[in-house]
């Protein structure tokens, strides 16, 4: 069974949504929830996280005890990017906060 999940402003009674395209055909099962409008996003670096904001970053020896594992090889790109600076979680919770959704 395969789905999708559209975000869209409704405009009027007929819509038009090209996502729709590959269940042209078949029975499908619709279901419209009207999303809460706030004029700013409940967003908290906590939200952002997942509760782990406070989490220490790893050490250096850490992380290249799991770059040198071939268990994690298909993470050693990511792994390699790693940097203090790498990620600017402020920036995308304000961000975040800011947009209309």
């Known amino acids: 069974m395969n789905s999708i999940h559209i975000h869209t402003m409704v405009n009027s009674d007929t819509l038009h949504l090209p996502e729709l395209q590959p269940f042209i ?7 419209v929830l009207e999303t809460p409008t706030t004029s700013a996003a409940i967003e908290s670096l906590e939200t952002f996280l997942g509760g782990r904001a406070n989490r220490p970053q790893m050490e250096a020896a850490e992380l290249q005890a799991l770059r040198s594992d071939d268990r994690f090889a298909r993470f050693w790109p990511f792994l390699d990017s790693l940097s203090p600076d790498a990620l600017d979680v402020d920036a995308i919770v304000k961000w975040r906060a800011e947009s209309p959704t």
């Open 25 to 31: 055909g078949k029975s499908v099962e619709i279901f």
